[in-house]
């Protein structure tokens, strides 16, 4: 038996949803405009992510992860999950 790696179940997962909505291009768009508002929210530059009004990276306000969520009334909602040092 095979071993479902955690990128496969993510992508598996992406696939479905696609599946549920019905449209690639309307997925990628949502995608792409959650990328963006996530990024407008990040005030640093972290690798790909470069922006001029930050152009340095903040780890000590930003080294984690920031999450979107869908709320039922269709409201998003971005939260900030912080790394851990090791």
């Not at 696939?15 to 997925?27: D, N, R, T, Y």
């Not at 930003?62 to 269709?74: D, F």
Request: glycine share 6%; with cysteine; charged share 25%.
């Amino acid at each position: 038996m095979r071993k479902l790696c955690f990128r496969s179940f993510i992508f598996y997962s992406l696939a479905l949803f696609m599946l549920c909505i019905g449209s690639v291009e309307l997925f990628a768009a949502q995608t792409a405009e959650l990328v963006l508002q996530g990024a407008l929210r990040r005030q640093e530059s972290r690798g790909a992510h470069w922006r001029e009004d930050y152009p340095g990276q903040d780890d000590k306000n930003w080294r984690g992860h920031l999450q979107v969520r869908l709320l039922a009334e269709g409201e998003l909602k971005y939260t900030f999950q912080p790394t851990r040092d090791y």
